[in-house]
């Protein structure tokens, strides 16, 4: 690694110590955050030693009590960053957030807004099983007022949280797994530059093509990218859109990509129905149509992930899945298989 | 000097005023009672006509700055808390005047003006506001109270908070207004161990039965509780037993209560009780008849302006999904 480089998981971590340096009102809380490890997934070891446990405590194990004061800390004036350590764990959070943060704002009158972050830890490929391994954002997909962000890279985790941080608005903030260990630049240039925040709600051509678009967010970005360097082989340049959040959805960008390419693959780690993926494709259908000569959905099965390894690889779309599915499409076959 | 006696030796006139806001909600609800027969109200209301004392009691031993999580039957939490009348019946009534512009309604009223964080429609919702508004409060040297009803108490809100608030050392007060029927079941019907003041205990968490239509005993316990949040000791767990004297909504005639246990609790009417205890107090008959035709011509001249106050205008709302 050189020095240049950051892991996924420190990236969050310096994103946490330094928007609570710029701003006093942010605060962190959870489940384990604040014990030496730093939370299961060690993403935030001493970081109350620096703030004191008035600005960063462990929870008792308790959702509702999590997210609900979170909730009225943000209304009193704090600005609360929450972890809810699995994202399957929302079930037990989604109260406050759905009913009460996400509709502060209109439902006040724009009296006041709920600046609050929920951090969870996403995603299958870790062999966690059914209920330790699902993506939460579709849950959320569909509820005015919140914002969904989910980061592909270090350095976009890093922007992206100090901007979530700084939204005036609820945001759930998704952390894939499989991330944590990936090492990869640091923030330097061109975007998002040492130490700045990203502005939620634009997404960013993460590769260009001119083939096709696969759009996607998260570990699929990534796995997209590795995706796009191999179909580059059979002489399909492939354009990657790394969508960065969910809610708001950067169509423009996705459209301005569709006009050129004019072929469309949604990648979802998650069921077909109801998520962000067939979200987009009935959006750029309904605005974009026109330009396309193809849109299609690379999704999960509608079943719960699977425990077994075998299951599980076979069950995720992985960087193979994505290209197999551009060259079934394309009907370029694989000569790996051939 | 002690708590108890800072509130016994109050003068009467202090007094005079809190009834005169009890009134007020009274007024309120019946106001709400007759606008929702003529179809003003939209939709469903709930009425919080006998259980006055609480809110007023409890708001009484309060700062200006100290937060309040009310439930959606809040008309007089909000009132009790600053809401304007005014404010409060145009939103009843979906107006544009309305305290968070006719987007809230009966259930969800906000007014973070007077630091009402919310009403809040789903039971207990009110507990975990108030609990994380104390996270902010303990910084600012003030205090938050949650209002919620003897349902509530068997709601994950209420187990989870009152142990989070504890471990935390949190300024926060939990009010229970226990007027004994979630919707149309009877509370000991649905309560373990049919004692809800006796839960905190498990907490370490203080608890106390107060005669909820007793607006002395409510501000006591409240001031009590307050003071104690606000030095640092931490929760306490306030059990105010009333009654609701309509049924649960606007859809209930509320048959399911026994005949006799409603003459019971008509016959102590919070605001009989207050009046009685005022007149016992020296205060004359005149000075009660004067707060008692102010809160009545307040609360015309505010029916008034809001019926007279416009609906919004979806062309000119140019709402927008998130703050800037």
Not at chain 1, 99 to 108: D, E, F, G, T
Not at chain 1, 309 to 330: G, H, K, M, S, W
Request: include cysteine; charged fraction near 20%.
């Amino acid at each position: 690694m050189t020095s240049a480089e950051l892991e996924f998981r420190a990236a969050i971590r310096e994103a946490i110590i330094e928007e609570m340096e710029r701003d006093e009102s942010v605060v962190f809380f959870g489940e384990d955050i604040a014990a030496e490890q730093g939370g299961v997934f060690a993403v935030t070891p001493r970081i109350q030693e620096r703030f004191g446990s008035e600005r960063v405590f462990d929870t008792p194990i308790s959702e509702l009590a999590l997210s609900g004061a979170a909730f009225g800390a943000a209304v009193a004036g704090l600005r609360p960053i929450i972890e809810i350590m699995f994202g399957d764990f929302m079930g037990l959070a989604m109260d406050s957030l759905v009913n009460q943060s996400a509709k502060y704002w209109y439902v006040s009158g724009e009296q006041r807004s709920v600046p609050l972050v929920v951090r969870s830890a996403v995603g299958g490929g870790g062999r966690f099983g059914a209920i330790h391994s699902q993506t939460h954002a579709s849950w959320f997909q569909g509820i005015p007022g919140l914002k969904i962000v989910f980061p592909s890279s270090p350095a976009e985790a890093k922007g992206l949280l100090k901007g979530a941080i700084r939204d005036d608005n609820p945001v759930i903030f998704l952390e894939h797994k499989r991330l944590y260990s990936v090492r990869g630049p640091a923030p330097a240039h061109p975007a998002p530059a040492a130490g700045e925040a990203l502005p939620l709600g634009r997404a960013r051509v993460a590769r260009p093509g001119s083939d096709l678009t696969i759009a996607s967010a998260g570990k699929s970005v990534a796995d997209a990218l590795e995706a796009a360097e191999e179909l580059a082989g059979d002489g399909i340049e492939a354009e990657v859109i790394d969508l960065r959040t969910l809610r708001p959805l950067d169509l423009d960008t996705v459209l301005e990509s569709v006009a050129r390419t004019n072929r469309l693959l949604a990648v979802e780690e998650g069921p077909r129905t109801g998520g962000f993926g067939s979200g987009l494709l009935g959006q750029v259908a309904e605005h974009g149509l026109h330009d396309l000569d193809d849109a299609w959905l690379l999704a999960t099965d509608e079943l719960p992930i699977p425990y077994s390894p075998t299951l599980e690889d076979a069950f995720i779309p992985d960087a193979r899945a994505i290209a197999a599915a551009v060259r079934e499409r394309a009907g370029v076959m694989d000569e790996r298989h051939a | 000097m002690t708590v108890d006696a800072a509130v016994s030796t109050e003068a009467p006139a202090a007094y005079l005023a809190r009834y005169g806001e009890m009134l007020l909600i009274r007024r309120f609800e019946t106001e709400m009672h007759r606008l929702f027969l003529k179809g003003e109200v939209h939709g469903t209301t709930h009425l919080s006509t006998g259980q006055e004392a609480v809110p007023v009691g409890v708001c009484s031993a309060l700062e200006p700055g100290d937060y309040l999580a009310g439930t959606y039957r809040g008309h007089g939490h909000a009132l009790a808390k600053g809401t304007d009348p005014e404010a409060l019946i145009a939103e009843m009534l979906g107006r544009a005047t309305g305290v968070c512009r006719g987007r809230a309604g009966s259930m969800n009223v906000i007014d973070v003006e007077h630091n009402l964080v919310g009403c809040f429609g789903i039971v207990g919702g009110s507990i975990a506001a108030a609990t994380g508004a104390a996270l902010a409060a303990r910084r600012q040297g003030q205090v938050a109270v949650a209002m919620f009803g003897d349902g509530a108490t068997n709601q994950g809100y209420f187990h989870e908070c009152l142990n989070f608030a504890e471990v935390l050392a949190l300024p926060v007060v939990f009010v229970c207004e226990n007027n004994f029927y979630g919707e149309f079941t009877p509370m000991l019907k649905v309560t373990a161990g049919q004692d809800i003041a006796a839960r905190a205990g498990a907490y370490g968490i203080p608890g106390h039965v107060v005669d909820g239509n007793d607006l002395w005993a409510v501000r006591e316990a409240a001031v009590q509780a307050v003071g104690r949040a606000r030095s640092g000791s931490g929760p306490t767990l306030l059990e105010c037993q009333t009654y609701r004297h309509h049924g649960h909504s606007k859809a209930d005639p509320a048959r399911y209560r026994p005949p006799e246990e409603v003459e019971r609790w008509l016959a102590r009417d919070p605001l009989t009780i207050a009046r009685t205890r005022l007149l016992e107090l020296g205060v004359s008959e005149p000075a009660i008849a004067e707060v008692e035709e102010a809160a009545r011509a307040r609360m015309d001249r505010a029916v008034e302006a809001a019926l007279a106050a416009p609906y919004p205008d979806p062309a000119a709302e140019h709402a927008t999904e998130f703050a800037p």
